[in-house]
């Protein structure tokens, strides 16, 4: 079973890296991006009885850092 | 006193404390590697030393946080060890829980790789108390993600507490508030980006970092 676990900074957390992004995409001309926010993706191949609790605690435990990222698990 | 440095694959800065802890000891310190799960006995002092662990995978200080060795690392800093983070030693000791907040990315996306000057917010602490409260030093900063953040209210309990060990005194790195090192609610865990074991000698410029070595191993009794 595929899993893709979508790691993202909290709301109200100073993202640099979308901030650089948000400037170059409107350097290049394309006006009305108001924001750009820069997350990761983490594809995982698990068995089929993996428990939605162990996946959860993959992600608390090292895939996401709580004190400042968010994530969400959608199985593929 | 005996004293030991963690070694992680990809620690870059851990002959460089090593040799710092040794000038104000006496005794070369015990390296430890990251898969190690027992510190050596008798240690009053372990440094988590700077470097990209892991190559930063996933995180900084991330992969390293998880490693074996981090397990007897928190077990010792609960029973009064002294723990010294620096740089990448600090991101470690956050992503293991040992110290609040995260470092990010630096605002300015620029790696910083240059002396900056510091006030000593808190020289109360064990590793600070060779320093005078707002004297300023000058550290090397040498990072990438040394962007400190922290929601509002561990902002204020830092800084209430009197937590907040090191401030930056010029902008570097966009870090909450200017912090460049805190210490644990107990006091026996610091994490700080800039390295005071690059500066322990006229030949580095100056030798404001050797006083936190000297300064530690006073207080904790060398």
Redesign the interface.
Known sequence: MKLRIYVTLKPG??D??GK?IEHALSGLGFSGVDSARVGKLIELEVAEDTADADVDAMCR???A?T??ENYRIERA | MKTAVIVFPGSNCDRDIAVALEQATGTAPHMVWHRDTELPAGIGVVAVPGGFSYGDYLRSGALAARSPIMTAVREQAARGLKVLGVCNGFQVLTEAGLLPGALMRNAGLNFVCRDVALTVENAGTVFTHGYQAGEQVRFPVAHHDGNYVADPETLDRLEGEGQVAFRYAEPVNGSARDIAGIVSADGNVLGMMPHPERRIEPAHGGDDGKRMFTGLLEAVGA
């Open positions: 957390v100073l640099p890296q650089a435990q090292l895939l850092n004190v400042i």
